[in-house]
């Protein structure tokens, strides 16, 4: 069992950036694919990031791509997104989540259904 919370959300103006934390408990969490994903209102929930177990490879969907940063720490299991030059379309309920890629690449955990658990979500908003 792997338990998630999300920090770091709040409200920033347009270009600014904002860094959100996700602290895991469970001794899996080292052998896990972690993935970021976002969810605005009145939308489904969207892929945003994913690390692999190892922290080696990243995956991120092209709204994204060098404006965020996905890490992690496997020792003090934490994931981290790092979002800079951000735009009021970010704007979103900020999930983080955990499944096994079973050896697939990452670039194939972009499905919410790939993933076995969730957090509660840290909400971003991103001001005109």
């Known amino acids: 069992q792997v338990q998630l919370v999300e920090s770091g959300g709040g409200l920033v103006q347009a270009g600014g950036s904002l860094r959100l934390s996700c602290a895991a408990s469970?001794?899996?969490?080292?052998?896990?694919?972690m993935g970021w994903f976002r969810q605005a209102p009145g939308k489904e929930r969207e892929f945003a990031a994913a690390v692999s177990w190892s922290g080696g490879h990243t995956h991120y969907t092209d709204s994204v791509k060098g404006r965020f940063t996905i890490s992690r720490d496997n020792a003090k299991k934490m994931v981290y997104l790092q979002m800079n030059s951000l735009k009021p379309e970010d704007t979103a309920l900020y999930y983080c989540?955990?499944?096994?890629?079973?050896?697939?690449?990452?670039?194939?955990?972009?499905?919410?259904?790939?993933?076995?658990?969730w957090g509660q979500g840290t909400q971003v908003t991103v001001s005109s």
């Open positions: 469970g001794r899996t969490f080292s052998s896990l694919a």
């Open positions: 989540a955990a499944g096994w890629s079973s050896g697939n690449t990452i670039a194939t955990m972009i499905s919410p259904a790939k993933y076995d658990y």
